[in-house]
């Protein structure tokens, strides 16, 4: 209970820490177009200035935020999901949760984005989700609160004034609690807070190592990150080597705590550091989280056979449409984006920027902050093109993305594929997501989306299905399973015997190299090992899921993967489909897709209607098929069925643009005969008018 004179304690504490808030907004600003050079002092997560002889990390909140409103900052799109007071807007890509030895891939998102999961909702902690996809984060977010854990909704940034006056932004000491009332050991202690890293967006391309930080987050080194990044000097020690529940205060643990060799030369004479950075984020930057690559049937397709965005070969930079001002609220661009500044974003859209948003008769709006030609972009004529299509499409549907095939191609992100580490690809490494895919949106128009299905393991609960949280499931299925490293490769692509082989195509044949078969005999062998993997997915599953059922007592456990949810069979190791309707666990989730903007002359359509209109057009008949680990993928479907097309209604429309030009030979001869006609009996009319006036 608070004593009646500590009340009075905690309002004037309030009322300080308010004043204070508000003389810290009082900010200086150069209000200039031109670079500020940052000559300046570094202080370390305890807020003490660092020198050459330091051995902690420098905190970005405790040295940027000197000058710069990091709670502020804290709010914005990048760093705000966490937060109870976030804004959802349009779907985006979700944190995808992968593990290839479990043929996990899961669409996580604290955001209300439609078929994803609430990590917190199925005890997926704050730490969990930091050290998983904190290498593809700016920070903040999740990666500074423990306190974020608790079994509500709510999230909640670093406290910034509590930083300032030397606390650990990292929030509670105490252990990260979940929903299900279970503490796993607590590591914030240990690995330090995640702090928003302003360098990651604004040093100057060259000067930040992405690759450094990722290696240092993966060791759970977290407040030691932006250091790496930035080379200021070596890192000794990773946390990740420390015992599990060892207690942060114990000397042994201490000795074992990373700690920072400053690199002298980066000190100037008076101290400070030099920080190269920029206003406007480089487009590099963007890319570290926002890269695509097709994979085509060969694998991953080769870069220089693609365009890259139109707007990038005139000389743009992503920062001219997805700009933001201190609160850090990037505008997204997409048509009706309602941004929280409350100014007006319309012509940073596709739709705004090249036809504007408002017009009178004569085609040019009055207000100039809704005319079309932001940033020089040309108006384009649409010549032609009737009205209906502004009504059924997005502008992305025709320019946007990769052009569309007979069927949606798989695409690598560097969200969820790690793009821009080193190391070896395929293209066939989980999660696997397809594009494009093209539904109608919200507002009734297409779009070009990238699309994924659900992949995890769980239980039935209330007729729905409650994913396991992923780091239990190895522990729980390793021994039945029996996966080193691939879940796909290793249950539905065994390696054929030497005696498989001969059985398959004869002795002789079975003893020359794979790449000498002939497509047939390859063909033979890929059936035999889909059959036998088939058997093996059966028998491995079967027992994963008796193994889950057993060790946290619930019945039935299943395991999800491209629409299917598979349960204990009546037979042994033979596995069946469960009765459950849950959309949310089978249904694909989609995300619109923008970027590669094609421009005018790849656009859809340019080769005239029947690009579209016709029993060809990709637009409609490309397929897609549920794709994920399990041997399962369903029937391919239609982007006509996605779309809600009426398949009788389009085959009319086909026939009726088919012979279009035939009908235009016809109208217009018919026309010409009945102006040849109309002639013809003017010229009588008057012939004899003519002769009865003679």
């Not at 009646?4 to 508000?22: G, K, M």
Request: with cysteine; charged share 25%; glycine share 10%.
């Amino acid at each position: 209970m608070i004593r009646p004179h500590r009340c009075w304690i905690v309002t004037l504490v309030t009322i300080l820490l308010s004043n204070a808030t508000y003389a810290a907004d009082a900010r200086y600003h150069s209000d200039s177009d031109a670079r500020f050079l940052h000559h300046i002092d570094l202080y370390d997560i305890d807020n003490r200035k660092i020198t050459a002889e330091s051995t902690k990390p420098y905190s970005p909140l405790n040295t940027c935020g000197r000058c710069h409103d990091y709670e502020t900052i804290s709010h914005g799109w990048h760093f705000n999901a966490f937060l109870p007071d976030s804004i959802d807007g349009r779907d985006g890509e979700p944190w995808i949760w992968t593990d290839p030895k479990t043929g996990t891939q899961l669409p996580l998102a604290y955001r209300k984005w439609s078929h994803t999961y609430n990590p917190k909702a199925i005890g997926i902690t704050s730490w969990e989700m930091t050290r998983h996809f904190g290498g593809r984060m700016p920070g903040g977010n999740m990666g500074q609160d423990s306190e974020g854990d608790a079994g509500d909704d709510d999230g909640g940034g670093g406290d910034a004034d509590a930083a300032q006056d030397g606390e650990d932004a990292a929030g509670s000491a105490e252990d990260d609690v979940v929903e299900n009332g279970e503490a796993p050991p607590a590591r914030w202690e240990l690995s330090g807070p995640l702090q928003i890293d302003c360098m990651v967006c604004h040093a100057v391309s060259g000067a930040y190592d992405f690759n450094a930080r990722r290696d240092q987050i993966a060791g759970e080194n977290f407040a030691w990150a932006p250091t790496a990044a930035l080379r200021l000097g070596e890192i000794d020690g990773t946390v990740s080597r420390i015992k599990e529940g060892s207690d942060p205060a114990d000397e042994e643990t201490q000795e074992k705590i990373p700690t920072v060799t400053y690199d002298p030369s980066r000190f100037g004479l008076d101290g400070t550091i030099f920080m190269d950075l920029v206003r406007e984020p480089t487009s590099n930057a963007c890319y570290q989280c926002h890269s695509n690559r097709p994979v085509g049937k060969s694998g991953i397709e080769p870069r220089w056979i693609h365009d890259e965005d139109v707007h990038l070969r005139a000389g743009m930079v992503c920062a001219d449409c997805h700009r933001n001002g201190i609160d850090h609220h990037i505008v997204r661009g997409y048509k009706d984006e309602q941004h929280p500044s409350g100014h007006d974003v319309a012509t940073l859209s596709c739709s705004g920027c090249h036809l504007g948003t408002g017009h009178d008769g004569d085609g040019v709006s009055r207000d100039p902050m809704t005319r079309a030609g932001r940033l020089g972009s040309p108006k384009p004529l649409h010549a032609g093109l009737p009205p209906v299509h502004f009504e059924k499409l997005s502008c992305t549907a025709c320019h946007g993305g990769p052009l569309p095939r007979d069927e949606a191609i798989r695409i690598m992100t560097s969200l969820a594929h790690g793009l821009g580490e080193k190391e070896h690809r395929t293209g066939s490494e989980l999660p696997a997501i397809v594009a494009p895919v093209y539904t109608a949106g919200d507002d009734g128009r297409v779009y070009p989306n990238k699309a994924m299905w659900p992949a995890f393991w769980g239980t039935i609960e209330d007729g729905k299905i409650q994913p396991i949280p992923p780091s239990k499931v190895y522990d729980l299925t390793r021994p039945a399973l029996r996966v080193r490293n691939d879940f796909v490769e290793e249950l539905l692509k065994p390696k054929m015997s030497s005696s498989d082989l001969k059985e398959i195509l004869g002795e002789e044949r079975a003893a020359v190299e794979s790449d000498e078969w002939t497509e047939e005999e390859r063909l033979k062998v890929e059936t035999a090992q889909a059959e036998e993997g088939r058997t093996v997915f059966e028998e491995k599953v079967y027992a994963a899921l008796g193994a889950i059922e057993e060790d946290l007592g619930v019945t039935p456990a299943v395991y999800v993967s491209s629409g299917v949810l598979y349960v204990q069979g009546d037979e042994e190791d033979k596995l069946k489909e469960a009765n459950v309707s849950d959309d949310r666990a089978t249904q694909m989730i989609t995300w619109p897709m923008a970027h590669n903007v094609r421009p005018a002359g790849w656009s859809l359509g340019v080769a005239g209607c029947t690009e579209c209109h016709s029993d060809e057009g990709r637009l409609f008949t490309s397929t897609v098929a549920a794709l994920g680990p399990g041997p399962d993928r369903g029937e391919a479907v239609t982007m006509a069925s996605l779309q809600g097309v009426d398949p009788d209604q389009r085959l009319q429309w086909n026939e009726l643009f088919r012979n279009r030009d035939l009908f235009k030979y016809i109208i217009a001869g018919s026309i010409a005969a009945m102006l040849i006609t109309l002639f013809i009996g003017i010229g009588a009319l008057a012939s004899r008018l003519a002769h009865r006036t003679a």
